[in-house]
């Protein structure tokens, strides 16, 4: 991490809710011999633009775990916040607040590490983080590029009938002939301007929101035992 006080104040928070359901205590749950938010603790302490870097949970187990992997962890979330219908833009802006009173100034840049992704590397952090700072946006997102799921080809099924969701499909189209290509957030990477955060209130973006583009082999939401599973072969691929 940067310790020095020249650059940008870059606050790092990673939430870790203890009450997953899907894959229950996936935050420490052992994914390839260590926990799976170890990753993301790893890759953001290796980074050369944060400044601070906190874990914001309200489990005492993962808040060991977290510290253990040298995270720091000033504080137990209130339970207001971590309930099973808490949305994460409250528990950022909880986390900012507690962090700039601590420190008695404002941050310049938020930035939030998934730990439902730990394929990211500290590359995709400082990539990420670059742009954010180079460009003048006031939030860089990670995304994905997808192809068969193109919104092209969604459907709904209205009165038992299939009927195009947005725009009719082409006909006999190839997935690589539709355009315009298509990203989805992928989970993972959310950097913003401090006070689009604290002030415009917004986490998804704003109009001046860019991409920060994801391969395939660095990207997994790991939301479901099938996404854990693919999680845990990607990491393989890698260490082999």
């Known amino acids: 991490m940067n310790t020095s006080d020249s650059g940008p104040r870059i606050l790092a928070i990673t939430l870790a809710r203890g009450g997953s359901k899907s894959v229950p205590r996936k935050n420490i749950r052992p994914l390839l011999g260590k926990p799976m938010i170890a990753y993301t603790i790893e890759e953001a302490l290796k980074s050369k633009f944060i400044t601070h870097y906190v874990v914001s949970t309200e489990d005492k187990e993962i808040a060991d775990v977290a510290k253990t992997y040298g995270a720091d962890v000033p504080f137990l979330r209130p339970e207001e916040l971590a309930t099973d219908t808490s949305a ?19 941050f310049d840049y938020v930035v939030e590490l998934m730990a439902t992704n730990p394929l990211k590397t500290v590359e995709d952090i400082d990539t990420a983080l670059e742009k954010l700072i180079s460009t003048g946006a006031d939030s860089v997102i990670g995304v994905i590029q997808i192809h068969d799921q193109h919104p092209l080809r969604v459907k709904k099924i209205v009165d038992d009938k299939l009927v195009d969701f947005c725009l009719p499909e082409p006909n006999e189209a190839r997935r690589q002939d539709l355009q315009p290509d298509a990203f989805l957030r992928n989970g993972s990477i959310y950097a913003m301007k401090r006070d689009v955060l604290m002030i415009q209130d917004r986490r998804y973006g704003t109009e001046n929101s860019r991409p920060y583009i994801f391969s395939p082999e660095r990207s997994v939401n790991v939301d479901s035992l099938e996404d854990w599973y693919l999680a845990e072969m990607r990491l393989k691929n890698r260490q082999s």
């Open 88 to 106: 994460s833009k409250p528990c950022l802006q909880h986390a900012t607040a507690y962090m700039e009173d601590q420190l008695g100034r404002p």
